[in-house]
C-alpha cells in the first residue's frame, strides 16, 4: 500500500513539473547534440542558439542631419533617419530576420529529433500503480449462548453483512534497445489486498521478471539496429551544412538587397540632375524663343523631355521607397523604422575581379562545396538501406532467455524468494510466406540506390555549371562596367558639346535631348554594372565554397582577386 501510494504521489509531482524546466531540458541537450558535430563543419556558428532577440533599438545608430535636393518636395525625407552600413544591416539580418529564425529553428528541430532516436538506445524507465476499493455481502456465522427453561443453551446463528478491501497495484521496470539488435526488459510488480471488515489478514504478492531477446536472422547485427540512429545523425549532419551553405546565401542576399537599394537611390539623384538641366535647357530656349531666334517645334521637345525625364523620377523616386521597405521587411524589422542605408558604401566599391581561372575554380568548388558533401553523403546512405532492406528479407529467429522470481507469502514484497527462481531460455522462430512488403521495399531500395548514384553525377555537373555561368557573369558585369564608364565620358562630352552648339545657335534640341538622356542613362548603367559585379563576386565565392561567414553575416574578403 505504502508503495502505491508513493508511485501515486511522484506522478502526481512529476505531473506538476515546470514547463520550463522541460524546454531547458531539451535546449541543453540539443546544444550538445549541435556542439557534438560543429567541428565537423566549416564555418558553422559555434554559437548557435535560437533565442529571440530584443527588439531593434536604433537609438545608437548615428542620424543623417542634411536635406538632399535631389528629393524634390520631399527633400526632407531623411533629416533625423539613422542610417546604417552594411556591415550593420548583416549584423541586424542575422539576428532580427524571420526567415533566418525559420532556418536556425529548422535545425533545432533535427537536433531535437536526433535526441529521441538516441533516448531509444538508454535505459527506458516507466512505472503504473492502480488501487481501487471493492465490497461485497459474506455471511458470518457466530455462537450466541442463552438461557433456556433455566439452563444455558449455545446456539449458532448466521447473518449477512459487507466485507470491504482494497485492491492495489504497482508495476515498474524498465527496457533498454542493444546495438546488436537485442533488447533487455525487466519488470517489478508488487499487488496488496487488504480486507477492512470481515476476517483475513492483508495479502502483498510481489514479482521480479526479466527478458532477454536477440535477434539471430532478420533484425541482428550493429547496422541493422542502428540504421535508425546513423540516419538521424548523419541527417543533422546534413542540416549543419544546409545551414552554413544558406548563411552564405542569406548574406549574399541581404549585400544584393543593400546595393540594389542604394542603387535606386543614385537613379533619383541621376534622373534629378536630368531633369534640373531640363529645366534650365527649357528656360534658356524660351527666352530665346521669344526672341524669334528658336523655333517652337524646338522648343516643345525640349519641354517634352524635361516632363519625360520628370516621370523617370517620379517613378526613381517611388522604386526607391518602395526597395527600402522591402529590404526593411528582409532584415526582420517593422517597415515604418526611421531607417535609411549608408550612400557611401556605394561609393566604396570597386571592381575586384577573380584571379583564379576556371578549371581552378571547378577544381576548389568539387572540394569544398557542402551541399555536394550531402549528395555524396546520400548516396553512401541509399547504399546502406540496401543491406537493412535485404536483411528484412531474412526469417525471423530469436533467442529468448527470462527469469521471475516472487516473494514468499506473509514476506515482505521486497524479499524475493531466489533460490525458487523460474529460468527459460529457448528460440522463436516465424518463418512467414508472405513477404510482398520486405520484397517491395528491397526492390526500392535498389532504385533508390541507382537514383541517388544519378543524383550525385547531376550534382556534380550542376556545380560545375554554376561556376561556369558564375565566371561568365563576372566577366559580362566587368566588361559591362568598362563600356558604362566610356559611355559617361562620351556623354558628358555630347552634352557639353550639344550645350555649347545651343548657345551658339547651331545645335539641336534632339541632339540635345539625347545627349542629356544618355548621359542619365550612362551613369545608371556604371552603377548598375558595378552593383551586379560586386554581387555576382560574391556568388562566385559563395558557389565556389570559400565565402567564409562571420557570427554577424560579414564575410571575410577572398583574396584571390585582383583591383581593375
Sequence with gaps: MTATLSTIAIAIWGAGCSSTHYRKSADKEVARAIAEKTPLVPNMDEHFTIDHPTPLDVSGLPVRNED????????????????????????????????????????????????????????????????????SPVDVSREVTRLVNGASVTQTESESSQQQQLQSNTDTGFQILLRSGGRIASDFSVDFTSIFTGSGPGIVNSRLAGRFTQPLLRGAGYKVAMEQLTQAERDLLYQLRDFVQFRKEFSVQIAAGYYLVLQNRDRVKNA??????????????????????????ALGQLQQAQLTTETQWNNAYRNYKQSLDQFKILLGIPVDTNLILADHELEKLTIL??????????????????????????????????????????????????????????????????????????????????????RNGYRSSLINYDR?????????????????????????????YEVAEIGVTLSQRRVEEQELLMELGRGTARDLVDARTDLINSRNERTTALVEHTVARLQFWRDLGILFIKPNGQWNEVKHAIKS
Design 68 to 135: 538632399h535636393d535631389f528629393f524634390g518636395s520631399n527633400k526632407g525625407i531623411e533629416k533625423g533617419a539613422h542610417f546604417i552600413t552594411l556591415e550593420e544591416a548583416l549584423d541586424i539580418a542575422v539576428t532580427h530576420s524571420r526567415n533566418y529564425q525559420n532556418r536556425k529553428e529548422t535545425v533545432f528541430l533535427e537536433a531535437l529529433s536526433l535526441t529521441q532516436s538516441r533516448h531509444t538506445f538508454t535505459p527506458i524507465f516507466s512505472t503504473r500503480s492502480s488501487a481501487s476499493g471493492a465490497t
Design 272 to 297: 534629378w540632375i536630368g531633369l534640373q538641366n531640363f529645366k534650365l535647357n527649357v528656360e534658356r530656349e524660351q527666352a530665346f524663343a521669344k526672341e524669334g531666334q528658336r523655333t517652337q517645334a
Design 353 to 438: 575581379h577573380p584571379e583564379l581561372s576556371v578549371e581552378q575554380a571547378m577544381r576548389i568548388a568539387l572540394e569544398t562545396r557542402l551541399d555536394l558533401y550531402n549528395t555524396k553523403d546520400q548516396f553512401e546512405d541509399a547504399g546502406r538501406r540496401v543491406g537493412v532492406s535485404k536483411n528484412a528479407l531474412l526469417p525471423d529467429l530469436n533467442l529468448v532467455v527470462s527469469t521471475t522470481a516472487y516473494n514468499r507469502a506473509g514476506n515482505s514484497p521486497l524479499k524475493l524468494d531466489y533460490d525458487r527462481m523460474r529460468w527459460t531460455a529457448g528460440v522463436d522462430a516465424s518463418i512467414p510466406f508472405d513477404r510482398k512488403a520486405e
Design 452 to 480: 541517388a548514384g544519378r543524383n550525385l553525377q547531376l550534382a556534380v555537373d550542376q556545380v560545375k555549371l554554376e561556376i561556369q555561368e558564375g565566371w561568365r557573369e563576372l566577366d559580362q558585369a566587368k566588361r559591362n
